[in-house]
């Protein structure tokens, strides 16, 4: 089983020029004294902050930053735009707002980016 997300979790876009970072509210749920990820914690910039600057030609802004360049790679801001919530997802793992989030987990973006987790926030200590 992968590690459960917690808050100030990092994450990156497939698309994004630089990490981001994953905000939960605070919940019943808690690990390590951080609040815990459900799937429904992809909300655009309350639980999901933007990954920089966009290099996805689907993104609006970025297309248009390229027809300006004429036709060369103009990357424009990041605008997370989640399409459904996060998966694949531990279904034995559940909270009141839904399944935990997982290390594994990924979400999809409108403009093409596959958000994942880099680091969940929760560690596994090693002890003698």
């Not at 992968?2 to 990156?12: D, I, K, L």
């Not at 989030?101 to 926030?121: E, Q, W």
């Amino acid at each position: 089983m992968g590690f459960c997300v917690c808050n100030g979790a990092m994450t990156n876009c497939s698309f994004g020029l630089a990490p981001g970072m994953l905000t939960i509210m605070p919940s019943t749920v808690v690990c390590s004294a951080l609040p815990m990820g459900t799937c429904v914690n992809c909300i655009p910039f309350v639980n999901i902050t933007p990954f920089g600057l966009c290099t996805s030609l689907a993104n609006p802004i970025t297309a248009a930053q390229t027809a300006a360049a004429f036709g060369v790679l103009t990357p424009g801001t990041c605008i997370p735009t989640p399409v459904g919530t996060w998966a694949p997802l531990k279904p034995s793992l559940i909270s009141s707002t839904g399944p935990l989030l997982t290390n594994d987990s990924i979400l999809s973006c409108a403009f093409g980016g596959i958000i994942k987790i880099n680091m969940p926030a929760q560690f596994q200590v090693m002890t003698k």
